[in-house]
């Protein structure tokens, strides 16, 4: 654990310096969008690799399982405008008019759950996965389509128990999360910061539904 540790330490001074430096030098959003964004997400997971080779079992996540892509996912508004950003130079229009669809499509059912009746963020995320709505980027193969700008909160999430255990929602509480704790509030605070710089809000929300309002911001 100490190279973890060590890595982890640098990560900490790294991000508040790039937060520092972005404000400073009033970085533009595009430079930060293609130049910087992608090298914090590098480290972020350098850091996480050397946290998972200290996982107390073998890592059961990898290519074509995406039993976890039905849950409700957090972003920020500055992941919502990376993820748009990204979308917007890599998909057609076509790919796109299908992207909002499905977006509406998934910002509804979960508008009607919340409406339904007071219920706090863990009942919301329950019912919502109980639904087992796939995450508008999960591919039929069951792999992720924005793969290198996907979410940091993606990134940091990993189980140790048997992947087929992640699609027993009735025993969900089985699976064992293995998840670098300090990387996540680390992360929370350097998207609220920036997010606030360079869209003036710093709320994090569920992807779908900080996606349906912060593509007005992508530059
Ligand atoms: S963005 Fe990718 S990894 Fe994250 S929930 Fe969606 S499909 Fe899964």
Known sequence: MERVQELTQKFVDYSKNLVNNVTERNIPLV????????????????????????????I?????????CSTLVQISPLEAVNIWFHIKKEYTNEQLT???????????????ISNFEKIDHDELCTLYLK?????LFLTSDQNCSIHHFRPAICRNHHVVTPPEWCDDIEHIERV?????PNLVSLDVLFQQKLSTYF??????????QTLAMYYRFCP
């Open 98 to 112: 299908r992207i909002f669809e499905q977006l509406q499509k998934r910002v509804n059912i979960l508008n009607k």
């Open 176 to 180: 064992k999360i293995w998840r670098h």
């Open 131 to 135: 639904q087992r709505i796939p995450c």
């Open 199 to 208: 869209i003036g809000v710093s709320s994090m929300g569920s992807m779908q």
């Open 60 to 68: 059961s996540c990898g290519p074509n399982c995406g039993a976890c």
């Open 31 to 58: 430079t930060f969008l293609n130049d910087l964004l992608p090298e914090y997400y590098q480290f972020y997971n350098n850091v996480l690799a050397a946290f998972n080779q200290e996982a107390p079992a073998p």
